[in-house]
């Protein structure tokens, strides 16, 4: 049973316009959540996290909003550029975890010039 | 600083081989996982470790077994190769202080095909 789910395997926008990705869960124990950037025979890398005592965490162009009572959060990427075609990763984990992580499917975007 | 390397790349396994994937860090971290992924799945856990000497199943243990006698390395081993382990395999480390442990950094992933 999946616990984290991306419900759009893929997502294309146009560079410079504004990209949405979301995320479903269904655990209410989950206290953190993450977004991973995957490129084609890469790993995963680490973009940006949140903590479920905050509702909203930027970084520059990437800013990753938490809805609890919804148990959806979502990341926006603005403006898009053609670098940030990857697949993205949400996970999530739960306190006392031993940091481990659940995984959503991922979404594919892709960014057209 | 290499961060974290994983040997092989790519492997072709028959059915019934044997084959052992290393993991290697440079981060001093002391948690280890071991991950497999598959189309349209995302990342399963498959085992990690809470530091030296210590392991644990994950969500898909089974077929694997892992070992971590040295803080840096983690190897998965697959002791009977099955089709159903054809999959790309990453190797994710992450510290307990200073930073969310949740917070991990990968491997680039190695890809086997077991026929």
């Known amino acids: 049973d999946q616990q984290v789910k991306q419900n759009s395997p893929s997502l294309s926008v146009q560079e410079g316009r504004i990209s949405i990705l979301n995320c479903d869960y269904t655990n209410s124990m989950f206290d953190y959540f993450l977004w991973y950037k995957k490129y084609p025979a890469e790993g995963p890398t680490f973009l940006i996290s949140i903590s479920s005592i905050k509702d909203k965490n930027e970084d520059g162009r990437f800013t990753v909003f938490l809805n609890k009572s919804a148990k959806h959060l979502s990341l926006h990427i603005v403006p898009s550029q053609p670098g940030d075609s990857a697949v993205y990763f949400c996970a999530a984990s739960a306190a006392d975890s031993w940091g481990k992580l659940q995984f959503g499917a991922g979404t594919q975007v892709v960014v057209t010039p | 600083n290499a961060g974290v390397t994983q040997t092989p790349k790519f492997r072709v396994l028959k059915t019934g081989q044997s084959m052992t994937l290393l993991c290697a860090q440079d981060m001093n971290h002391e948690y280890m996982y071991w991950y497999r992924q598959d189309p349209g799945m995302g990342l399963r856990l498959i085992h990690y470790?809470?530091?030296?000497?210590?392991?644990a199943k994950g969500e898909v243990p089974d077929g694997y077994n892992v070992s971590r006698l040295k803080k840096q390395n983690f190897l998965l081993g697959l002791e009977s190769a099955a089709p159903s382990q054809t999959s790309v395999y990453f190797c994710?480390?992450?510290?307990?202080?200073?930073?969310?442990?949740?917070?991990?950094?990968f491997g680039p992933g190695t890809r086997l095909l077991v026929l």
């Open positions: 470790s809470v530091g030296e000497g210590t392991t």
């Open positions: 994710a480390s992450s510290q307990t202080t200073g930073f969310p442990q949740e917070t991990q950094y």
